[in-house]
């Protein structure tokens, strides 16, 4: 690890104002940014600790909630009117890291996760364009099982590590942001970029913008949502493919449905395409696997990752199948 | 009341239900016509019965010091930079950055450090146990992606790994070998393993497979696995005047400390190394270059050094199973009965080390063929040395063996499980030795009926519930019994009031599985004392002779020695006692150790107290110390432990993830000393083996040689959520030709595991995985 400055932010406007300078950090739970400073692939030369600014989950004026940036993911997951409107989102937060780790984690620093390519982690022996940009790009070519299918470009092929933020992308949050340039907000599917010629740059927040709040506008057919992940063991592992899916019915047809992949994408994956072949359609396995087929009809498969394709259809044909029926495909 | 309170009280209850036996003195020879270990014949004491590890307060209330945990006044904090080619120079190397970040005290390469000899490679030599025969920061050439290169000594261990990161490498690469294709390309050899060749051919194996009116002939795979003991690698050392005094975490010790001393030019005595707790090894906890690098440091500059491996570092530097290709064909006629055995393959190793994977042991003994053909070779590549991880070569050869056995069983439609008791052989099929001990088809009758196994459907595919398809396999385990020679043991008494207490050392490791009170529950019955009048010492190279916790043989090596220091003893007590003594005249062949002394074997009342003979001889203690007797019993037996191993899975039909529902192991490993302790053997290695099956692999990337998922969250194990119910039974059946009638248990777990799983795969599924680890897209 090398060495930095450590401060604690007394309140919002500290820690924008702390903030402003150059190669900051801001630590949440420190669940990935620690990881990171240890391993060397974040070396921050001060780090400003926002965990402790308040934090809390509240209706907001739209219908929906408002949820600090500083909530622990615990919380969130277990809070009422989450589960109870928003499912699919307690489902996720469960689905991932261990219980000791989403006790600290926060849902700010749930979103600015980074990915876990070991090639991007393996700072001393090997290439990354992420980490390094222009060096190179080891993964590409070496062990990619984890690694995306849609939406990579030839400088980076990293997928997103987070459960929570595929839920996110589905429910169609909007993230509350601050930054020296004032206060903003912005659709969650615009938060986090695709690869490009930049991957070093996952997000599109600007130096020194503090994420101060995630906002669940009202979706009533939320109510009917899940998540499902599908790993390589029962606990503790990133997800290969994951299925954030919420389905209103109308008689045997689809009235209105939200998709988003986990696992698969340099970004959670709001899957539009699939969402508007199924959009009025009547439900039916068949449905389901060609809307799955029309989303990953781009796809381009790396050494290790071919499955992901018909897992991912598989699973999503599946989810639908039991939110439209009830009943496991 | 303390887990070592409530062991006590359980022990000495059950000790004075015993006390009215005497036990006599066990004969010390083991060969045809010997008498069995007495304590065979004790059924009722402390013997089998579960004991909790009496160490385990200490463990859980964090009391027990294990390596890195020792401190010596001035230490300093050691970290390690890695090479990040796999074979060539280091061109250009930068300290000085390192040497003038804050609290830095020594920067080490090869420029600096002190001239070692390289360590005697394991298996060249009585006392080497090094990695390979490579000299260790002795010269500018890279031997392997992940080799130490340099070491840091700084104030704290923050600051060395700071100061660590901060040296600047240019390499010049030279041509290398990191690929399984180029390694083959190169050229094989025959494995040769501790001198052996790893071949055994017997008959017309090709020729007989041709003719078989059934027949399999297939190939399977096993990937390189890392070992990840919980507790990292670790040493906290100091030269004390010239002295070496090393704090490790060793499943080796007395051989560590040999070693150390061949490397630093000292004599054995030099160096003093402990070991009394240590948090798991499987093979790992030897001697790697990071106690040598921290040796050498701590001389150049003068300070004690504790090193404590980062996970990462353990990757690097600790080497692990290595990866195989094995083919297996079995011939059989109509009625199952195998015509032709042929088991052969290819393993890979380094060109400085000598451990192929002996994929091929537990095929020697485990079934009956007229035809055999067991065959291992090697091909060697630029990487880590590889070494033992739990069963070497069983875990692996039992996984491609017992699969070919389900696939063969599916060929003839014959139940697995009668398949296997078909091919029963009823002398070893390679030596024609007859058993010492055997009794598998028990174990797969009990297990078969404990687990269910009528209810399996016949064909595969056939029983899902929802999503998941169901299905359930079987397979053989098996790991031989050794006995290795040097080990020695020193009794002492001393007199405690009225009493004795009793020291027995034994230069034993303790690695976690409950030796030191296994030692202590056997010594205990063995001089007729309660268990808490017996200290057990261990893990210390002061204590002479020599053992190793390694091919499970290590309980058979203390219960070998004990027996003879025991039997020495008891002539010294009868010198002592004299003639004024009950037990005057008599010879040592006519008394045994009972109740706290000794007393006549056919006339019990005629005794005396071991504190009453002491204190008529003006003694305060007395000891004896004796090496065990040569493994003779090896010469004359086949010896080996076998499991029946059954196993239900639950294969997702959308997502191909199999969950393990339920896991029997029935098992035949002689008399079981501890039923707790081996319980939890049984089932750790249960679960290893399930982690082999399904998710263990070290990416190692064939483009440098470099270990890609050097971390317990990238290299999957299982976690608690992959892990069923683990029912464990075991026949107790001595066998009457070992110590105490015992068998080792610390590697038989594993074996067999991964062929069970993959075989109730097959029956889930119908689909046939001969490549590990199975996960998910193998099976959509």
């Avoid at chain 1, 402790?52 to 909630?65: C, F, M, N």
């Avoid at chain 1, 996720?92 to 600290?104: F, P």
Wanted: hydrophobic content about 45%; proline content about 6%.
């Amino acid at each position: 690890m090398t060495p930095f400055d450590y401060a604690r932010a007394t309140d919002r406007a500290d820690a924008l104002r702390q903030g402003a300078a150059t190669n900051i950090a801001f630590l949440g739970g420190g669940t990935n940014l620690v990881d990171l400073m240890r391993e060397r692939v974040a070396s921050p030369a001060r780090v400003i600790d926002v965990s402790l600014l308040p934090g809390a989950i509240e209706d907001s004026e739209g219908g929906g909630l408002m949820i600090g940036a500083a909530v622990r993911n615990t919380a969130l997951a277990e809070h009422a009117a989450v589960r109870a409107r928003y499912p699919m989102l307690s489902r996720a937060i469960l689905a991932g890291a261990s219980a000791q780790i989403r006790n600290m984690a926060t849902v700010g620093g749930n979103l600015l996760q980074r990915t876990r390519c070991t090639y991007f982690y393996d700072v001393e022996g090997s290439r990354c364009n992420k980490r390094a940009p222009g060096s190179g790009c080891d993964a590409r070519d070496g062990f990619n099982r984890i690694h995306a299918v849609l939406g990579a470009s030839e400088a980076c092929v990293a997928t997103h590590p987070s459960d929570m933020c595929v839920a996110l992308a589905a429910l169609d949050a909007i993230v509350h942001v601050e930054g020296p340039g004032g206060a903003r907000t912005l659709p969650f599917g615009e938060l986090h970029r695709l690869p490009g010629d930049a991957p070093d740059r996952d997000t599109v927040l600007a130096p020194g913008e503090l994420i101060t709040a995630v906002e669940l506008p009202p979706l009533p057919l939320a109510a009917r949502s899940t998540y499902r992940k599908v790993r390589d063991r029962a606990s503790y592992a990133f997800a290969l493919v994951s299925v954030a899916a919420a389905v209103e019915m109308d008689g045997d047809r689809i009235a209105d449905l939200r998709i988003a992949f986990g696992g698969v994408a340099h970004k959670p994956w709001r899957a539009t395409r699939a969402e508007a072949a199924l959009r009025g359609a009547t439900a039916s396995a068949q449905a389901f696997r060609d809307a799955a087929a029309a989303e990953f009809a781009d796809a381009r498969p790396l050494r290790d990752n071919g499955f992901k394709p018909a897992l991912a259809t598989r699973t999503l044909a599946a989810v639908l199948s039991e939110l439209t029926t009830g009943e496991a495909a | 009341m303390s887990i070592v309170d409530t062991a006590k009280q359980t022990a000495q209850g059950l000790m004075q239900g015993a006390l009215e036996k005497l036990v006599p003195l066990a004969p010390d020879s083991w060969i045809p016509g010997g008498v069995p270990d007495p304590l065979i014949a004790r059924k009722h004491g402390l013997i089998g019965s579960p004991v909790s590890r009496l160490d385990g307060r200490l463990k859980v209330t964090g009391a027990a010091p294990f390596a890195a945990e020792y401190r010596f006044d001035n230490m300093v904090y050691a970290a390690l930079t890695y090479a990040t080619i796999a074979r060539g120079r280091i061109a250009a190397l930068e300290t000085a950055a390192a040497e003038a970040a804050p609290g830095v005290v020594l920067v080490m390469t090869y420029r600096n450090a002190p001239r070692m000899a390289p360590p005697p490679a394991f298996g060249s030599s009585p006392g080497g146990v090094g990695p390979a025969d490579l000299p260790i920061l002795q010269d500018d050439r890279i031997h392997w992606n992940g080799q130490p290169i340099a070491c840091v000594l700084a104030e704290t261990q923050e600051q060395a790994d700071h100061a660590a990161a901060l040296i600047a490498i240019t390499y010049a690469e030279e041509p290398s070998t990191t690929s399984l294709t180029g390694a083959k390309a190169n050229g094989i050899e025959q494995a040769l393993f501790m001198g052996q060749k790893l071949l055994n051919e017997i008959g017309d194996p090709e020729g007989a497979l041709a003719a078989a009116p059934y027949r399999v002939d297939q190939v399977y795979r096993t990937p390189r696995h890392s070992h990840n003991p919980i507790e990292p690698h670790a040493a906290t050392l100091a030269w004390i005047g010239d002295e070496l005094v090393i704090h490790d975490a060793s499943q080796m010790v007395s051989q560590q400390a040999q070693t150390m001393a061949d490397v630093f030019g000292l004599k054995a005595e030099q160096v003093r190394l402990t070991s009394p707790y240590v948090g798991g090894g499987f093979g790992s906890k030897g001697l790697w270059d990071h106690q040598v690098i921290a040796a050498a440091a701590a001389k150049l500059s003068g300070r004690p050094v504790r090193i404590a491996l980062s996970r990462e570092g353990v990757y690097r530097t600790v080497g692990g199973r290595t990866l195989t290709e094995q083919r297996v064909a079995i011939g059989a006629d109509a009625d199952g009965r195998f015509q032709s055995l042929i088991h052969t393959g290819l393993a890979v190793m380094t060109p400085h080390n000598a451990m192929p994977e002996p994929f091929i042991l537990g095929s020697r003994a485990t079934y009956a063929a007229p035809n055999i053909l067991l065959k291992v070779e090697v091909a060697r590549m630029n990487m880590l040395a590889n070494t033992f991880m739990r069963a070497p070569g069983e875990a692996v050869g039992t996984f491609a063996l017992e699969s070919a056995i389900d696939e063969l069983a599916t060929e003839l439609g014959i139940d697995p499980v009668e398949l296997r008791i078909r091919n029963e052989p009823d002398k070893d099929p390679i030596s024609g030795l007859p058993f010492s001990s055997r009794h598998i088809v028990e174990a797969w009758r009990q297990g078969a009926a404990r687990f269910g196994w009528d209810s399996r459907a016949p064909a595969p595919a056939m029983r899902q519930e929802g999503e998941w398809r169901i299905g359930m396999g079987c397979a053989t385990g098996t790991y031989p019994y050794y006995r290795m020679p040097g080990a020695e043991a020193r009794i002492t008494l001393t007199r405690d009031g009225d009493g004795v207490r009793a020291l027995v050392e034994v230069a034993a490791a303790e690695m976690g599985m409950g030796t030191s009170t296994t030692t202590a529950i056997v010594a205990a019955e063995r001089l007729g004392l309660p268990l808490d009048w017996v200290e057990v010492g261990y893990g210390d190279s002061a204590i002479p002779g020599a053992i190793m916790a390694g091919g499970s043989q290590q309980t058979a090596a203390i219960g070998a020695a004990v027996i003879a220091a025991q039997g020495a003893l008891v002539a010294e007590l009868l010198k002592l006692a004299g003639n004024d003594s009950p037990l005057a005249g008599l010879s040592v062949d006519e008394v045994g150790c009972d109740a706290g002394g000794l007393a006549k074997l056919d006339e019990p009342a005629r005794r005396e107290s071991y504190a009453s003979i002491l204190a008529r001889a003006q003694r305060d203690s007395v000891s004896a110390t004796r090496p065990g007797s040569p493994p003779l019993e090896l010469m004359h037996w086949s010896m080996h432990s076998h499991s029946a191993l059954f196993c239900e899975v639950r294969v997702n039909a959308v997502t191909g993830e199999t969950r393990v529902s339920r896991f029997l192991g029935s098992f035949d490993c002689g008399r079981i000393l501890n039923a707790k302790t081996a319980a939890s053997q049984f089932r750790g290695g249960i679960i290893m083996g399930l982690g082999m099956a399904l998710m263990e692999e070290t990416q190692f990337d064939e483009r440098n040689g470099r270990i890609m998922n050097p971390s317990l969250a990238e290299y999957h194990v299982p976690v608690h959520l992959d892990v069923p119910e683990i029912d464990v039974i075991w026949t107790d059946i001595p066998d009457p030709h070992t110590p105490m009638g015992a068998h080792g248990v610390g590697e038989i777990g594993i074996t067999g595991v991964a062929a069970a799983v993959a075989n109730a795969i097959y029956n889930a599924t119908g689909t046939r995985v001969r490549d590990l680890p199975i996960t998910l897209d193998r099976l959509l």
